[in-house]
């Protein structure tokens, strides 16, 4: 039932040094992978 293109989607950003690089790695990325830890966690 579910349709294809309305699926969510995730975009990255990557900032180096303050400077959007995004452009330049994306042909260099397979993945991506983020991790939110809680406030009390390292």
């Known amino acids: 039932m579910s ?3 309305m699926a969510r ?3 990255a950003e ?3 040094d303050g400077v959007d690089i ?3 790695i994306r042909p ?4 991506v992978s ?3 830890n ?3 966690e390292t």
């Open 3 to 5: 349709n294809r293109n």
């Open 9 to 11: 989607r995730t975009v």
């Open 14 to 16: 990557i900032a180096f």
């Open 22 to 24: 995004t452009k330049s």
């Open 28 to 31: 260099y990325l397979l993945s």
């Open 34 to 36: 983020y991790t939110d």
């Open 38 to 40: 809680e406030e009390d």
